[in-house]
Protein backbone atom coordinates (compact mmCIF):
# COMPACT_ATOMS: atom_id res chain seq x y z
CA UNK A 1 0.00 0.00 0.00
CA UNK A 2 1.18 3.49 -0.95
CA UNK A 3 2.77 5.87 1.79
CA UNK A 4 3.29 9.36 1.55
CA UNK A 5 6.12 10.26 3.60
CA UNK A 6 7.23 13.58 2.52
CA UNK A 7 4.49 16.66 2.78
CA UNK A 8 5.62 17.88 -0.77
CA UNK A 9 5.90 15.02 -3.43
CA UNK A 10 6.41 14.11 -6.94
CA UNK A 11 5.53 15.90 -9.08
CA UNK A 12 3.97 12.57 -10.78
CA UNK A 13 1.37 11.56 -13.78
CA UNK A 14 -2.16 11.90 -12.65
CA UNK A 15 -4.87 9.91 -14.73
CA UNK A 16 -7.15 12.88 -13.90
CA UNK A 17 -4.96 15.90 -13.09
CA UNK A 18 -1.70 15.69 -15.38
CA UNK A 19 1.82 16.60 -13.60
CA UNK A 20 0.34 16.91 -10.08
CA UNK A 21 2.55 18.07 -7.33
CA UNK A 22 1.02 16.33 -4.21
CA UNK A 23 0.53 17.73 -0.71
CA UNK A 24 0.03 15.54 2.20
CA UNK A 25 -1.70 17.32 5.29
CA UNK A 26 -1.24 13.82 7.40
CA UNK A 27 1.11 11.72 9.06
CA UNK A 28 4.07 11.14 7.08
CA UNK A 29 4.16 7.47 9.15
CA UNK A 30 0.39 6.55 8.68
CA UNK A 31 -3.08 7.42 7.61
CA UNK A 32 -5.79 9.45 9.04
CA UNK A 33 -8.97 9.51 7.60
CA UNK A 34 -12.79 8.99 8.44
CA UNK A 35 -13.32 7.07 5.50
CA UNK A 36 -11.96 3.34 4.97
CA UNK A 37 -13.15 2.56 1.56
CA UNK A 38 -12.45 -0.73 0.28
CA UNK A 39 -10.19 0.59 -2.61
CA UNK A 40 -7.89 3.08 -0.76
CA UNK A 41 -4.28 3.02 -2.19
CA UNK A 42 -2.95 3.60 1.35
CA UNK A 43 -4.83 0.67 3.11
CA UNK A 44 -6.85 -0.17 5.77
CA UNK A 45 -6.86 2.63 8.65
CA UNK A 46 -6.10 -0.21 11.27
CA UNK A 47 -2.75 -0.71 9.25
CA UNK A 48 -1.59 2.76 9.69
CA UNK A 49 -2.87 4.04 12.78
CA UNK A 50 0.56 4.21 14.61
CA UNK A 51 1.23 7.96 13.37
CA UNK A 52 -0.87 10.60 13.97
CA UNK A 53 1.10 14.04 13.67
CA UNK A 54 0.03 16.30 11.29
CA UNK A 55 2.11 18.94 9.57
CA UNK A 56 2.12 22.73 10.62
CA UNK A 57 1.35 25.93 8.55
CA UNK A 58 5.10 26.38 8.98
CA UNK A 59 5.65 22.98 8.12
CA UNK A 60 4.02 23.31 5.04
CA UNK A 61 5.34 26.32 3.87
CA UNK A 62 9.04 25.18 4.34
CA UNK A 63 8.69 21.87 2.77
CA UNK A 64 6.57 23.59 -0.73
CA UNK A 65 8.63 26.32 -1.15
CA UNK A 66 11.80 24.21 -1.41
CA UNK A 67 9.89 21.54 -3.60
CA UNK A 68 8.79 24.47 -6.12
CA UNK A 69 12.25 25.56 -6.14
CA UNK A 70 13.67 22.45 -6.97
CA UNK A 71 10.98 22.21 -9.56
CA UNK A 72 11.21 25.79 -10.82
CA UNK A 73 15.33 25.47 -11.19
CA UNK A 74 14.23 22.18 -13.50
CA UNK A 75 12.35 22.85 -15.81
CA UNK A 76 9.60 20.41 -14.65
CA UNK A 77 6.22 21.48 -15.20
CA UNK A 78 3.10 21.28 -12.75
CA UNK A 79 -0.38 21.12 -13.98
CA UNK A 80 -1.87 21.02 -10.38
CA UNK A 81 -1.11 21.37 -6.68
CA UNK A 82 -2.77 18.27 -5.48
CA UNK A 83 -3.88 17.70 -1.83
CA UNK A 84 -4.19 13.92 -1.46
CA UNK A 85 -1.82 12.18 0.71
CA UNK A 86 -2.19 9.41 3.97
CA UNK A 87 -6.26 10.19 4.39
CA UNK A 88 -8.66 13.28 4.09
CA UNK A 89 -7.09 16.16 3.90
CA UNK A 90 -9.51 18.46 5.40
CA UNK A 91 -9.15 16.50 9.14
CA UNK A 92 -5.77 18.98 9.26
CA UNK A 93 -7.41 21.50 11.88
CA UNK A 94 -4.82 23.94 9.88
CA UNK A 95 -6.19 23.35 6.79
CA UNK A 96 -8.09 26.45 5.71
CA UNK A 97 -4.68 28.55 6.72
CA UNK A 98 -2.50 26.13 4.02
CA UNK A 99 -4.46 26.87 1.36
CA UNK A 100 -3.57 30.21 1.55
CA UNK A 101 -0.58 29.72 1.84
CA UNK A 102 -0.36 27.01 -0.86
CA UNK A 103 -2.18 29.95 -3.26
CA UNK A 104 0.13 32.49 -2.36
CA UNK A 105 2.91 30.18 -3.25
CA UNK A 106 1.59 28.53 -6.56
CA UNK A 107 0.83 32.56 -7.54
CA UNK A 108 4.49 33.19 -7.16
CA UNK A 109 6.26 29.78 -8.81
CA UNK A 110 3.61 28.30 -11.27
CA UNK A 111 0.43 31.08 -11.48
CA UNK A 112 -0.70 28.97 -14.38
CA UNK A 113 -1.23 25.33 -12.05
CA UNK A 114 -4.46 24.89 -10.41
CA UNK A 115 -4.53 24.09 -6.80
CA UNK A 116 -6.92 20.98 -6.47
CA UNK A 117 -7.95 19.11 -3.21
CA UNK A 118 -8.82 15.61 -3.48
CA UNK A 119 -11.46 15.30 -0.53
CA UNK A 120 -14.50 13.14 0.59
CA UNK A 121 -16.82 15.95 1.26
CA UNK A 122 -17.53 14.74 5.03
CA UNK A 123 -15.99 18.06 6.40
CA UNK A 124 -18.05 20.72 3.60
CA UNK A 125 -20.55 21.38 6.25
CA UNK A 126 -18.29 23.86 8.61
CA UNK A 127 -17.17 27.26 7.50
CA UNK A 128 -13.88 27.40 7.70
CA UNK A 129 -13.20 24.20 5.45
CA UNK A 130 -16.41 25.28 2.43
CA UNK A 131 -14.76 28.88 2.38
CA UNK A 132 -11.42 27.19 1.65
CA UNK A 133 -12.35 25.39 -0.77
CA UNK A 134 -14.53 27.96 -2.77
CA UNK A 135 -10.79 29.63 -3.20
CA UNK A 136 -9.15 26.93 -4.73
CA UNK A 137 -9.23 25.64 -8.64
CA UNK A 138 -10.75 22.11 -8.53
CA UNK A 139 -12.33 21.41 -5.53
CA UNK A 140 -12.88 17.50 -6.50
CA UNK A 141 -15.46 15.75 -3.82
CA UNK A 142 -16.40 11.89 -3.90
CA UNK A 143 -19.50 10.07 -3.90
CA UNK A 144 -19.41 6.91 -4.48
CA UNK A 145 -22.72 5.65 -3.67
CA UNK A 146 -26.23 6.78 -3.91
CA UNK A 147 -27.14 6.21 -0.85
CA UNK A 148 -25.89 5.90 2.75
CA UNK A 149 -26.17 2.16 2.55
CA UNK A 150 -24.17 2.18 -0.52
CA UNK A 151 -21.35 4.54 0.76
CA UNK A 152 -21.61 2.25 4.26
CA UNK A 153 -20.62 -1.00 1.97
CA UNK A 154 -17.86 1.29 -0.14
CA UNK A 155 -16.26 3.81 2.03
CA UNK A 156 -17.16 2.60 5.38
CA UNK A 157 -17.46 6.16 7.30
CA UNK A 158 -16.32 6.56 10.66
CA UNK A 159 -19.32 7.95 13.15
CA UNK A 160 -22.05 9.48 11.74
CA UNK A 161 -22.72 9.90 7.82
CA UNK A 162 -25.93 10.95 5.80
CA UNK A 163 -25.25 10.86 2.49
CA UNK A 164 -28.21 13.51 2.43
CA UNK A 165 -26.53 15.84 4.39
CA UNK A 166 -23.58 15.49 2.36
CA UNK A 167 -25.80 16.33 -0.82
CA UNK A 168 -27.13 19.46 0.99
CA UNK A 169 -23.61 20.57 2.01
CA UNK A 170 -22.19 19.74 -2.07
CA UNK A 171 -25.47 22.50 -3.43
CA UNK A 172 -24.16 25.35 -1.30
CA UNK A 173 -20.85 24.92 -3.95
CA UNK A 174 -23.60 26.15 -6.77
CA UNK A 175 -22.53 23.81 -9.00
CA UNK A 176 -18.66 25.30 -8.96
CA UNK A 177 -16.81 22.04 -7.81
CA UNK A 178 -15.85 18.32 -9.75
CA UNK A 179 -17.74 15.59 -8.47
CA UNK A 180 -15.70 12.22 -8.19
CA UNK A 181 -17.17 8.48 -8.19
CA UNK A 182 -14.81 5.46 -8.02
CA UNK A 183 -17.32 2.92 -10.43
CA UNK A 184 -16.11 -0.99 -9.41
CA UNK A 185 -17.67 -4.25 -8.57
CA UNK A 186 -18.07 -5.54 -4.89
CA UNK A 187 -19.68 -8.71 -3.42
CA UNK A 188 -21.83 -5.98 -1.83
CA UNK A 189 -22.25 -2.93 -4.38
CA UNK A 190 -22.13 -2.78 -7.73
CA UNK A 191 -21.98 0.96 -9.08
CA UNK A 192 -23.46 -0.52 -12.66
CA UNK A 193 -26.92 -2.20 -11.37
CA UNK A 194 -29.38 -0.46 -12.79
CA UNK A 195 -30.90 0.82 -9.37
CA UNK A 196 -27.87 2.22 -8.08
CA UNK A 197 -26.76 3.78 -11.19
CA UNK A 198 -29.73 5.58 -11.78
CA UNK A 199 -30.30 6.99 -8.65
CA UNK A 200 -26.53 7.82 -8.94
CA UNK A 201 -27.47 9.74 -12.11
CA UNK A 202 -30.30 11.40 -10.34
CA UNK A 203 -27.37 12.80 -7.94
CA UNK A 204 -25.72 14.33 -10.58
CA UNK A 205 -29.13 15.99 -11.80
CA UNK A 206 -29.39 17.33 -8.74
CA UNK A 207 -26.36 18.80 -7.77
CA UNK A 208 -24.92 19.86 -11.78
CA UNK A 209 -21.43 19.82 -11.15
CA UNK A 210 -19.44 21.80 -13.62
CA UNK A 211 -17.16 18.40 -13.77
CA UNK A 212 -17.59 15.15 -13.20
CA UNK A 213 -14.37 12.35 -12.60
CA UNK A 214 -15.74 8.53 -13.58
CA UNK A 215 -13.19 6.37 -12.73
CA UNK A 216 -12.31 2.82 -11.71
CA UNK A 217 -9.74 0.79 -10.18
CA UNK A 218 -5.55 1.38 -11.20
CA UNK A 219 -3.53 -0.01 -8.54
CA UNK A 220 -3.82 -2.83 -5.36
CA UNK A 221 -6.82 -2.33 -2.70
CA UNK A 222 -7.23 -3.63 0.78
CA UNK A 223 -10.49 -4.96 -0.25
CA UNK A 224 -9.17 -7.98 -2.66
CA UNK A 225 -12.44 -9.93 -4.32
CA UNK A 226 -12.83 -6.41 -6.25
CA UNK A 227 -13.83 -5.68 -9.96
CA UNK A 228 -13.16 -2.31 -11.92
CA UNK A 229 -14.48 -1.41 -14.85
CA UNK A 230 -13.35 -0.20 -18.71
CA UNK A 231 -13.83 2.82 -20.09
CA UNK A 232 -15.82 1.92 -22.45
CA UNK A 233 -18.01 -0.07 -19.84
CA UNK A 234 -18.71 3.54 -18.13
CA UNK A 235 -19.23 5.43 -21.22
CA UNK A 236 -22.29 3.21 -21.55
CA UNK A 237 -23.08 3.72 -17.97
CA UNK A 238 -23.24 7.27 -17.83
CA UNK A 239 -23.65 7.83 -21.32
CA UNK A 240 -27.27 9.38 -20.58
CA UNK A 241 -25.31 12.30 -18.48
CA UNK A 242 -23.29 13.24 -21.44
CA UNK A 243 -26.08 13.11 -23.95
CA UNK A 244 -27.53 15.65 -21.82
CA UNK A 245 -24.53 18.23 -21.94
CA UNK A 246 -22.64 17.02 -18.71
CA UNK A 247 -18.84 17.38 -18.81
CA UNK A 248 -17.71 14.00 -17.47
CA UNK A 249 -14.24 12.75 -17.70
CA UNK A 250 -13.89 8.67 -17.99
CA UNK A 251 -10.80 7.22 -16.58
CA UNK A 252 -9.76 3.60 -16.50
Known amino acids: MLRFEDIAFGPVHSRRLGSS ?11 LCNFDCIYCECGWNRDGAGDRSMPSPEDVRAALTDKLEKCSRGGIGIDSITFSGNGEPTLNPA ?19 KVSVLSNATMVGKKDIF ?25 RPAGHYDLLETVENLKRFEGDFILQTMFLKSPEFDSAEKANLAAWMELVRE ?13 ETPEKDLTKYSVDEMTKMVRP ?3 AGFSIQIRG
Open 21 to 31: LGVNLLPAHGK
Open 95 to 113: FADIIDIVLELRDRYYPKA
Open 131 to 155: NALRKVDNPILKIDASSTEGVMLIN
Open 207 to 219: LRPREIMVYTLDR
Open 241 to 243: LID
